[in-house]
């Protein structure tokens, strides 16, 4: 298994990447190419979110919540009130630094659910739903998400190899699966997934 600084190198090369391909071939600005990229190196750290100690679990919980209040804040009606904006912003800032990362102490299994691709796509259509109303950019965020999110668990089916042994590790398959452990578990990542995704789609 890769380290997590291997992690965060892997997904941030995978980030310089994207920068240059969507500067490249989408219709975006600097900024745009940016986003992007960081969220790609980002997503790279989240499926260590459920390593219950150690440096993975605070950076990547100090991060959520640096971000996640942004999403929730420009979900508010236009209009809304600068002190409702800010009362909203506060409470979604400690909501993910204390109870939701308590709640991932208490309940997540290292190499679980997160250690997995459905999860992986759950997480980048939440991604797209929270900034559907940049457009197609959302889509682009999305997809840097994905490949972020994926670049961790490749890292880690990589690392399962021994080559100057020749052989595979125990952990070989345990990384990038399409399972999300249960199939009840799988069977609802999947569905919720593709039900997110589709009714973007369609709805707009």
Do not use: N
């Amino acid at each position: 298994m890769a380290s997590f600084r291997q992690h965060i190198s892997f997904s941030a090369l995978a980030g310089a990447l994207l920068f240059f391909v969507v500067l490249l071939w989408a219709d975006t600005g600097v900024s745009a190419a940016l986003l992007i990229a960081l969220w790609c190196w980002f997503a790279g750290m989240l499926p260590d979110v459920d390593c219950d100690t150690g440096r993975p679990l605070e950076l990547i919980f100090v991060q959520l919540a640096a971000c996640l209040p942004f999403l929730v804040v420009v979900q508010l009606p236009q209009g809304t009130e600068l002190s409702t904006i800010t009362l909203v912003f506060i409470v979604a800032y400690y909501f993910v630094r204390y109870p939701l990362k308590k709640l991932f102490e208490k309940y997540s299994v290292h190499r679980g659910i997160f250690h997995s691709v459905p999860t992986g796509l759950f997480i980048s259509a939440l991604i797209v739903l929270a900034y559907r109303r940049e457009g197609e950019l959302a889509w682009l965020i999305g997809g840097g998400v994905f490949v972020g999110y994926i670049s961790h668990l490749l890292l880690d089916e990589i690392f399962s190899v021994d080559l100057l042994r020749v052989r595979v590790k125990r952990s070989f398959g345990t990384a990038l699966t399409l399972s999300g452990g249960s199939k009840l578990k799988t069977i609802t990542l999947y569905a919720a997934s593709f039900g997110l995704l589709s009714s973007l789609v369609i709805f707009g």
